[in-house]
């Protein structure tokens, strides 16, 4: 199992795509957080997080997720999940995080 | 014929990303019994967070964890076991999402995930350590 993490970027319109690969600990945590403040520029009201590439998180990693919640939440943007592992949603389900951000089977369907 | 019991024993030094070993123990264990990928993947939660919790409390003087797993095809027991100063498990707050969202303190999960996602939960602390057993229903 590799432990290399890698995230990946772009913009669609008005939303920003983040595509993470490898386990989202507490440094690809941070790497995420970077990447989001980096590209969460004036006119993005919508952040689709794809998770596909990703079927290892730990609570630590996910603490950085609340926090891009929480700063989304401050601009009344949104945050959906994409391609989720059966695991990562139901550690989502159990924190509550589905009731401040959404999931989606695709980028494509949240893009819609 | 495969076995009916299988022992993994590792003891885990304090660098990044250990817990991944034991990950890779315990996904070979549940591919050889044939455990659903739904049930490895709850386990993944529950040594990952029982591994990270130990490594982050155990002691400077001791900076290991003893992990041990036996498998199943129906169970898996779990014991997790650090040489920190203890904690009270009874005093740790249980997380709530909407106040996770306004504190600057965003951790704080590991103990709700291993509640929720096992069947058993034993915490034993004291001064010199703390030892997590797990029991998580296979089938």
Do not use: C
Not at chain 1, 53 to 82: A, C
Not at chain 2, 45 to 55: F, K
Not at chain 2, 87 to 94: I, L, W
């Amino acid at each position: 199992m590799s432990t290399d993490f890698n995230i990946i970027s772009e913009i669609h319109n008005n939303t920003l795509v983040m595509r993470t690969e490898g386990y989202i600990n507490n440094v690809a945590g941070e790497k995420i957080s970077e990447e989001f403040t980096k590209n969460f520029v004036s006119g993005i009201n919508k952040v689709v997080m794809d998770l596909g590439k990703s079927k290892v998180v730990n609570s630590i990693g996910i603490s950085y997720l609340i926090d891009i919640i929480e700063k989304l939440n401050e601009h009344n943007s949104k945050l959906i999940f994409t391609n989720l592992d059966p695991t990562i949603e139901k550690t989502f389900n159990i924190m509550g995080i589905f009731q401040f951000a959404q999931k989606a089977d695709s980028v494509e369907a949240a893009l819609k | 014929m495969i076995d009916t019991n299988v022992n993994l024993e590792i003891k885990l030094p304090k660098v990044p990303d250990i817990e991944l070993v034991a990950i890779q123990g315990l996904e070979k264990m549940g591919r050889y019994f044939g455990i659903s990928e739904d049930k490895i993947g709850e386990a993944r939660v529950l040594v990952t967070e029982a591994i990270i919790n130990g490594l982050e409390h155990g002691g400077d003087g001791n900076p290991y964890v003893q992990v041990e797993f036996t498998m199943t095809k129906d169970k898996l027991i779990i014991l997790v076991t650090d040489y920190g100063k203890g904690f009270d498990p009874d005093k740790v707050p249980n997380p709530d999402i909407e106040n996770k969202l306004v504190s600057t303190n965003k951790r704080g999960w590991g103990l709700k995930l291993l509640k929720s996602m096992s069947d058993d939960l034993i915490i034993e602390s004291k001064p010199t350590g703390t030892k997590i057993s797990i029991i998580k229903n296979l089938s």
